[in-house]
Protein backbone atom coordinates (compact mmCIF):
# COMPACT_ATOMS: atom_id res chain seq x y z
CA UNK A 1 0.00 0.00 0.00
CA UNK A 2 1.78 3.55 -1.61
CA UNK A 3 2.13 6.12 1.27
CA UNK A 4 3.08 9.50 0.93
CA UNK A 5 5.69 11.98 2.10
CA UNK A 6 5.06 15.66 3.23
CA UNK A 7 7.09 16.66 -0.39
CA UNK A 8 4.87 14.95 -2.16
CA UNK A 9 2.59 16.59 -4.88
CA UNK A 10 -1.26 16.12 -4.80
CA UNK A 11 -3.33 16.84 -7.77
CA UNK A 12 -6.48 19.03 -7.69
CA UNK A 13 -8.54 16.61 -5.75
CA UNK A 14 -6.20 16.87 -2.71
CA UNK A 15 -5.23 13.62 -3.37
CA UNK A 16 -0.98 12.69 -3.71
CA UNK A 17 -0.30 12.17 -6.88
CA UNK A 18 1.43 8.55 -6.60
CA UNK A 19 -1.15 7.45 -3.91
CA UNK A 20 -2.60 3.94 -4.92
CA UNK A 21 -4.63 1.44 -3.20
CA UNK A 22 -5.04 -2.54 -4.66
CA UNK A 23 -3.23 -3.91 -7.66
CA UNK A 24 -2.42 -1.81 -11.05
CA UNK A 25 -1.58 -5.25 -12.64
CA UNK A 26 -3.46 -6.04 -15.72
CA UNK A 27 -5.65 -9.44 -15.08
CA UNK A 28 -3.92 -11.75 -17.96
CA UNK A 29 -0.44 -10.87 -16.37
CA UNK A 30 -1.61 -12.07 -12.38
CA UNK A 31 -3.81 -15.26 -13.79
CA UNK A 32 -3.23 -15.95 -17.47
CA UNK A 33 -5.54 -15.88 -20.44
CA UNK A 34 -9.05 -15.46 -19.39
CA UNK A 35 -9.85 -18.42 -21.31
CA UNK A 36 -7.22 -21.15 -22.43
CA UNK A 37 -8.52 -24.31 -23.79
CA UNK A 38 -5.63 -26.19 -22.70
CA UNK A 39 -6.91 -24.97 -18.73
CA UNK A 40 -10.53 -25.94 -19.93
CA UNK A 41 -9.62 -29.41 -20.51
CA UNK A 42 -8.10 -30.24 -17.53
CA UNK A 43 -11.61 -30.15 -15.71
CA UNK A 44 -12.44 -32.89 -17.70
CA UNK A 45 -10.11 -35.02 -14.86
CA UNK A 46 -12.17 -34.02 -12.73
CA UNK A 47 -15.27 -34.83 -14.10
CA UNK A 48 -14.23 -38.39 -15.40
CA UNK A 49 -15.04 -40.61 -11.35
CA UNK A 50 -18.65 -39.24 -12.12
CA UNK A 51 -19.02 -39.82 -15.94
CA UNK A 52 -21.68 -42.47 -15.07
CA UNK A 53 -24.15 -40.10 -13.40
CA UNK A 54 -23.18 -37.77 -16.42
CA UNK A 55 -24.37 -40.37 -18.82
CA UNK A 56 -27.77 -41.14 -16.90
CA UNK A 57 -27.94 -37.38 -15.76
CA UNK A 58 -27.93 -37.01 -19.83
CA UNK A 59 -30.34 -39.82 -20.40
CA UNK A 60 -32.84 -38.26 -18.15
CA UNK A 61 -32.34 -34.69 -20.28
CA UNK A 62 -32.86 -36.52 -23.54
CA UNK A 63 -35.72 -38.29 -22.00
CA UNK A 64 -37.57 -34.96 -20.59
CA UNK A 65 -36.69 -33.20 -24.07
CA UNK A 66 -38.43 -35.99 -25.99
CA UNK A 67 -41.85 -35.60 -23.52
CA UNK A 68 -41.94 -31.74 -24.04
CA UNK A 69 -42.18 -32.14 -27.25
CA UNK A 70 -44.99 -34.98 -27.25
CA UNK A 71 -47.15 -33.00 -24.75
CA UNK A 72 -48.51 -30.91 -27.77
CA UNK A 73 -48.90 -33.69 -30.22
CA UNK A 74 -50.66 -35.52 -27.87
CA UNK A 75 -52.93 -32.63 -27.24
CA UNK A 76 -52.95 -32.02 -31.08
CA UNK A 77 -54.41 -35.51 -31.81
CA UNK A 78 -57.29 -35.32 -28.86
CA UNK A 79 -58.49 -32.43 -30.27
CA UNK A 80 -57.91 -33.50 -33.98
CA UNK A 81 -59.54 -36.77 -33.58
CA UNK A 82 -61.39 -36.52 -30.11
CA UNK A 83 -63.63 -33.71 -31.35
CA UNK A 84 -63.68 -34.09 -34.74
CA UNK A 85 -67.03 -32.65 -36.72
CA UNK A 86 -68.80 -31.42 -33.05
CA UNK A 87 -68.81 -34.80 -31.57
CA UNK A 88 -66.71 -36.32 -28.47
CA UNK A 89 -65.02 -39.78 -29.26
CA UNK A 90 -64.41 -41.35 -25.53
CA UNK A 91 -62.16 -43.73 -26.30
CA UNK A 92 -60.01 -41.26 -28.75
CA UNK A 93 -60.55 -38.89 -25.08
CA UNK A 94 -59.75 -41.48 -22.73
CA UNK A 95 -56.51 -42.98 -25.02
CA UNK A 96 -55.58 -39.28 -24.94
CA UNK A 97 -55.59 -38.55 -21.98
CA UNK A 98 -53.80 -41.84 -20.62
CA UNK A 99 -51.05 -41.02 -23.09
CA UNK A 100 -50.86 -37.61 -21.44
CA UNK A 101 -50.46 -38.77 -17.78
CA UNK A 102 -48.29 -41.14 -18.64
CA UNK A 103 -45.93 -38.64 -20.59
CA UNK A 104 -46.22 -36.18 -17.63
CA UNK A 105 -45.29 -38.65 -15.19
CA UNK A 106 -42.38 -39.42 -17.43
CA UNK A 107 -41.48 -35.84 -17.99
CA UNK A 108 -41.48 -35.37 -14.07
CA UNK A 109 -39.42 -38.31 -13.40
CA UNK A 110 -36.95 -37.00 -15.79
CA UNK A 111 -36.47 -33.73 -14.72
CA UNK A 112 -36.10 -34.93 -11.15
CA UNK A 113 -33.00 -37.67 -12.08
CA UNK A 114 -31.56 -34.36 -13.84
CA UNK A 115 -31.61 -31.76 -11.51
CA UNK A 116 -30.63 -34.07 -8.92
CA UNK A 117 -28.19 -35.75 -10.14
CA UNK A 118 -26.64 -33.31 -11.96
CA UNK A 119 -26.84 -31.18 -9.14
CA UNK A 120 -24.78 -33.62 -6.82
CA UNK A 121 -22.07 -33.80 -9.45
CA UNK A 122 -21.57 -30.71 -9.62
CA UNK A 123 -21.01 -30.27 -6.07
CA UNK A 124 -18.95 -33.19 -5.81
CA UNK A 125 -16.44 -31.89 -8.76
CA UNK A 126 -16.71 -28.11 -6.88
CA UNK A 127 -15.10 -30.06 -4.00
CA UNK A 128 -12.77 -31.51 -5.52
CA UNK A 129 -11.50 -28.83 -7.39
CA UNK A 130 -11.13 -26.45 -4.17
CA UNK A 131 -9.52 -29.65 -2.84
CA UNK A 132 -6.96 -29.44 -5.64
CA UNK A 133 -6.44 -25.72 -5.45
CA UNK A 134 -5.79 -25.50 -1.73
CA UNK A 135 -3.40 -27.70 -1.90
CA UNK A 136 -2.04 -26.29 -5.31
CA UNK A 137 -1.97 -23.39 -3.30
CA UNK A 138 0.86 -24.95 -0.32
CA UNK A 139 3.11 -26.02 -3.49
CA UNK A 140 3.35 -22.16 -5.42
CA UNK A 141 6.04 -19.85 -5.06
CA UNK A 142 7.12 -17.35 -2.61
CA UNK A 143 7.81 -14.70 -5.60
CA UNK A 144 4.09 -15.35 -6.83
CA UNK A 145 2.55 -14.70 -3.44
CA UNK A 146 4.51 -11.81 -2.71
CA UNK A 147 3.61 -10.35 -6.35
CA UNK A 148 -0.22 -11.66 -5.98
CA UNK A 149 -3.03 -9.92 -3.75
CA UNK A 150 -4.80 -12.37 -1.54
CA UNK A 151 -7.88 -10.24 -2.16
CA UNK A 152 -7.44 -10.78 -6.04
CA UNK A 153 -6.52 -14.41 -5.75
CA UNK A 154 -9.24 -15.11 -3.15
CA UNK A 155 -12.01 -12.84 -5.93
CA UNK A 156 -10.93 -15.31 -8.37
CA UNK A 157 -10.40 -19.01 -6.58
CA UNK A 158 -14.24 -18.46 -5.52
CA UNK A 159 -15.61 -16.49 -8.81
CA UNK A 160 -14.24 -19.12 -11.30
CA UNK A 161 -15.32 -22.30 -9.08
CA UNK A 162 -18.29 -20.82 -8.90
CA UNK A 163 -18.45 -19.95 -12.74
CA UNK A 164 -17.48 -24.08 -13.16
CA UNK A 165 -20.31 -25.66 -11.03
CA UNK A 166 -22.77 -23.22 -13.36
CA UNK A 167 -20.84 -24.72 -16.55
CA UNK A 168 -20.97 -27.94 -15.55
CA UNK A 169 -24.78 -27.84 -14.46
CA UNK A 170 -25.39 -26.12 -17.78
CA UNK A 171 -23.05 -27.61 -20.09
CA UNK A 172 -25.54 -31.15 -19.50
CA UNK A 173 -28.52 -29.15 -20.04
CA UNK A 174 -27.79 -27.63 -23.22
CA UNK A 175 -27.65 -30.75 -24.47
CA UNK A 176 -31.60 -31.16 -23.93
CA UNK A 177 -31.99 -27.74 -25.12
CA UNK A 178 -29.99 -28.49 -28.88
CA UNK A 179 -32.13 -31.69 -28.94
CA UNK A 180 -35.31 -29.50 -28.28
CA UNK A 181 -34.38 -26.85 -30.67
CA UNK A 182 -33.70 -29.55 -33.35
CA UNK A 183 -37.08 -31.61 -32.16
CA UNK A 184 -38.94 -28.57 -32.56
CA UNK A 185 -37.90 -27.38 -36.13
CA UNK A 186 -38.98 -31.16 -37.28
CA UNK A 187 -42.24 -31.08 -35.68
CA UNK A 188 -42.82 -27.66 -36.84
CA UNK A 189 -41.64 -28.65 -40.92
CA UNK A 190 -43.37 -31.88 -40.40
CA UNK A 191 -46.44 -30.54 -39.81
CA UNK A 192 -46.64 -27.81 -41.73
CA UNK A 193 -43.69 -27.29 -43.91
CA UNK A 194 -45.00 -23.54 -45.74
CA UNK A 195 -45.78 -22.51 -42.09
CA UNK A 196 -42.59 -23.87 -40.51
CA UNK A 197 -40.51 -22.02 -42.99
CA UNK A 198 -42.23 -19.14 -42.29
CA UNK A 199 -41.87 -19.10 -38.71
CA UNK A 200 -38.04 -20.06 -38.96
CA UNK A 201 -37.51 -17.02 -41.00
CA UNK A 202 -36.32 -15.09 -38.36
CA UNK A 203 -33.10 -16.97 -37.44
CA UNK A 204 -31.38 -15.49 -39.64
CA UNK A 205 -31.89 -11.85 -38.11
CA UNK A 206 -31.16 -13.33 -34.30
CA UNK A 207 -28.12 -15.29 -36.06
CA UNK A 208 -26.81 -11.67 -37.48
CA UNK A 209 -27.44 -9.69 -34.11
CA UNK A 210 -25.38 -13.13 -32.18
CA UNK A 211 -22.55 -11.82 -34.67
CA UNK A 212 -22.29 -8.12 -33.49
CA UNK A 213 -23.75 -9.22 -29.82
CA UNK A 214 -21.06 -11.75 -28.98
CA UNK A 215 -17.94 -9.85 -29.11
CA UNK A 216 -18.93 -6.81 -26.84
CA UNK A 217 -20.67 -9.57 -24.64
CA UNK A 218 -17.64 -11.40 -24.04
CA UNK A 219 -15.19 -8.06 -23.39
CA UNK A 220 -18.18 -6.85 -21.05
CA UNK A 221 -18.22 -9.98 -19.10
CA UNK A 222 -14.40 -10.08 -19.04
CA UNK A 223 -14.04 -6.07 -17.56
CA UNK A 224 -17.03 -6.74 -15.06
CA UNK A 225 -15.28 -10.21 -13.81
CA UNK A 226 -11.78 -8.11 -13.51
CA UNK A 227 -12.88 -5.26 -12.09
CA UNK A 228 -14.13 -7.13 -9.37
CA UNK A 229 -11.30 -8.77 -8.93
CA UNK A 230 -9.72 -5.60 -8.16
CA UNK A 231 -12.35 -4.69 -5.83
CA UNK A 232 -11.77 -7.18 -3.75
CA UNK A 233 -7.96 -7.06 -3.76
CA UNK A 234 -7.96 -3.20 -3.03
CA UNK A 235 -10.65 -4.60 -0.21
CA UNK A 236 -8.21 -7.25 1.40
CA UNK A 237 -5.54 -4.66 0.76
CA UNK A 238 -7.50 -1.86 3.52
CA UNK A 239 -8.45 -4.61 5.90
CA UNK A 240 -4.81 -5.86 5.94
CA UNK A 241 -2.88 -2.66 6.02
CA UNK A 242 -5.73 -0.17 8.13
CA UNK A 243 -3.76 0.18 10.90
CA UNK A 244 -1.21 2.06 8.67
CA UNK A 245 -3.38 3.57 7.01
CA UNK A 246 -5.49 5.41 10.13
CA UNK A 247 -1.59 5.95 11.77
CA UNK A 248 -0.92 8.22 8.27
CA UNK A 249 -4.60 9.84 8.75
CA UNK A 250 -4.81 8.58 4.89
CA UNK A 251 -8.41 7.58 5.22
CA UNK A 252 -9.88 9.81 2.75
CA UNK A 253 -7.36 9.23 0.41
CA UNK A 254 -8.09 5.49 0.21
CA UNK A 255 -12.08 5.60 0.33
CA UNK A 256 -11.67 8.16 -2.97
CA UNK A 257 -9.14 5.39 -4.03
CA UNK A 258 -11.68 2.57 -3.68
CA UNK A 259 -14.52 4.39 -4.48
CA UNK A 260 -12.79 4.98 -7.86
CA UNK A 261 -12.76 1.09 -8.25
CA UNK A 262 -15.95 0.31 -6.81
CA UNK A 263 -17.45 2.78 -9.80
CA UNK A 264 -15.38 1.06 -12.29
CA UNK A 265 -17.37 -2.04 -10.99
CA UNK A 266 -20.62 -1.16 -10.91
CA UNK A 267 -20.37 0.04 -14.82
CA UNK A 268 -18.86 -2.86 -16.02
CA UNK A 269 -21.46 -4.93 -14.04
CA UNK A 270 -24.22 -3.05 -15.88
CA UNK A 271 -22.86 -2.90 -18.81
CA UNK A 272 -22.33 -6.67 -18.88
CA UNK A 273 -26.09 -7.19 -17.08
CA UNK A 274 -27.05 -5.24 -20.32
CA UNK A 275 -25.83 -7.49 -22.40
CA UNK A 276 -26.97 -10.31 -20.72
CA UNK A 277 -30.71 -8.71 -21.14
Same mark, same amino acid.
Do not use: C
Given at each position: $?????????????????? &????????? !???????? +???????????????????? #? *??? =?????????? %??????????????????????? $??? =??? =????? #???????????????????????????? &??? *?? /???? *???? $? +??? !????? $???????????????? @???????? #??????????????????????? *? @???? /??????????? &?????? %??????? #???? %?? %????????????????????? /??????? &?????? /??? =?????
Amino acid at each position: $MSTHSGDEKEDTSGRPTK &AVVGSHRDE !EEVFGKAY +DPRIVRRIWSFVKPYRDRIF #I *SVA =AVLAFTLTQL %AIPLVIRYAIDHGMAAGRLDRWV $MIW =ATG =AFATI #ILINYGASYVQESVVGKVAENVLSDLRR &AMF *SH /LQRV *SLSF $M +DKT !EVGRL $MSRLQGDVNSMQEFLE @TSVMSVGD #IVLLFGIVSVLLWLDFRLGLLTL *S @TMPV /LFIVRLFWLPR &AKVAFM %AAHETNS #IANG %AL %AEGIHGVRTVQSLERQHVNFD /LYDEKVL &ANLNAH /LRS =ARYAQ
